[in-house]
C-alpha cells in the first residue's frame, strides 16, 4: 500500500539508515513525525543543520568542540597532558568522562582497525596521535579500546608501533574482569580468566 | 562536558523526543547525523518536511493519504465498503494489509481511550465512526483494537454505544488466542482461558 505514500515510503526508507532503530520502530518514530506539528518538525530540522555547520573537531585529540578549534578538554588548563587516553570514539570518551577520575587528554580514533569493513590504518586518527606523542613529553598511554576483537586488534597495532618508546613513557590498557554488580556465574570464560589472572592486591 | 557544546546539546534534546530510541543509543544517532554529509542531512530534513506537507488524513478512515482527499483503500472499488474494521492506529492498519485476507474498509481511530493519558472520546476519531455507521449500509463492525487493557475499553466504549444497532450489523472482536509458532508452555493463563474457551471446530 506504500506506492500511493511515495514521500511517507521516502521518509521510512531515510529511518532504515538511522543505527540502533529497530525496523518494527520506523513506523512509531514515521508517526511521531507526521502527528508532530510543522513548527517542531522545523526546529528540528534546524538544529540537525546547525549541528552540521558548527560543532568540529578539536585539532589536538579529535574530540566534539564548538567555535573553538580546541576542545574543551584540551584547553582546560588543569587537565594532564602527559597522560593521553586513546578511545574509539567520542562516547567512549564521554563515558569516560562521566564515570570520573581521569584527569588526563584524550585521543579519539574516530573507529578501529577493521579489514572485513575496510578499515585500515589511514582511515583512523592514528598518524596524528604518533606525531602528536613524538612531539610531546608524554608520561603514559593509556590504550582504552574496547574489548572486542576489534578494538584488541587496534590496541596490539598501536602498541607495536610504540613499542620502541617504552623507555620514554609507560603504555597500559584498560583492566578486564568482572563489572561491577555482576556475578561470576554469568560471566564468560575469558573474563573469569582475566579477572584470576589480572588480581589485585586487596 | 557539554555546557562546550550547545548545539550538540540542543540536538541531543531533540533526539530525546523521538520514540522507541533507548537513551544509551541517542549519541550514536546523534554521531550518525555529525559523520554524514551536509547533504545527506538537508536531503533527510526535506523529506521530513515534505511529509508534512504532502501526508493528509482520509477524509472517511483517518488512513494516511498522500494527494488524495481519499486513502487507495476508500477509493479502492474491489474493497467491500460494507465491513468496517476499527484499528487503533495507522500501523495496526498496516499490520492487518500486510497479513492479507481481509477486504473490507478500514476506521483508523487515532489511539485508545486512556483516562490516565488524559485521553478521552473527544480525542478519537470516534464520532465520525457512528457518523459514518449511521449513514452507510454496513454489514459487520471488526472492533480491531489491541488486546490490552486500553484496547479492550476502547473496543467495549464503541460496543456499548453501538450495541442497540446489532440487529442491523454484525459487530465483532478479533479473535484471542495462542499465537502460531508458540508453546502453551509459554503462554499466560488469560490467552489460555481465551484459546480454550474460544475454540473451533477443527
Redesign the interface.
Given at each position: 500500500?506504500f506506492?500511493?505514500?511515495?514521500?511517507?515510503q521516502?521518509?521510512l526508507r531515510?529511518l532504515q539508515?538511522?543505527?540502533?532503530?529497530?525496523s518494527k520502530?520506523i513506523?512509531?518514530?514515521?508517526?511521531?513525525?507526521?502527528n508532530?506539528d510543522?513548527k517542531k518538525?522545523?526546529?528540528?530540522?534546524q538544529?540537525?543543520?546547525?549541528?552540521?555547520?558548527?560543532?568540529g573537531r578539536c585539532h589536538h585529540c579529535f574530540n566534539?568542540?564548538?567555535g573553538e578549534s580546541l576542545?574543551?578538554?584540551c584547553r582546560d588548563e588543569k587537565r594532564n597532558k602527559k597522560i593521553i587516553c586513546v578511545v574509539e570514539?567520542?562516547?567512549d570518551l564521554?563515558a569516560i568522562?562521566k564515570a570520573g577520575g581521569y584527569d588526563g587528554v584524550y585521543h579519539v580514533l574516530g573507529g578501529v582497525l577493521s579489514p572485513l569493513e575496510g578499515i585500515g590504518e589511514n582511515d583512523l586518527n592514528l598518524y596524528s596521535l604518533f606525531k602528536r606523542i613524538s612531539n610531546l613529553d608524554i608520561e603514559e598511554l593509556i590504550l582504552a579500546t574496547n574489548a572486542t576483537p576489534e578494538g584488541e586488534a587496534t590496541a596490539s597495532f598501536i602498541y607495536s608501533k610504540l613499542e620502541h618508546l617504552r623507555d620514554r613513557f609507560k603504555i597500559t590498557r584498560l583492566a578486564s574482569g568482572v563489572p561491577i554488580g555482576s556475578s561470576l556465574e554469568y560471566m564468560d570464560k575469558v573474563t573469569i580468566y582475566k579477572a584470576i589472572s589480572g588480581r589485585q592486591p586487596f
Open positions: 500500500m506506492e500511493q505514500l511515495p514521500t511517507f521516502k521518509l531515510q539508515q538511522l543505527p540502533y532503530l529497530a520502530n513506523y512509531k518514530v514515521a508517526f511521531y513525525f507526521l508532530s510543522r518538525v522545523e526546529q528540528f530540522c538544529v540537525l543543520l546547525d549541528v552540521k555547520d558548527r560543532i566534539l568542540t564548538e576542545c574543551s578538554i570514539n567520542w562516547y564521554f568522562e
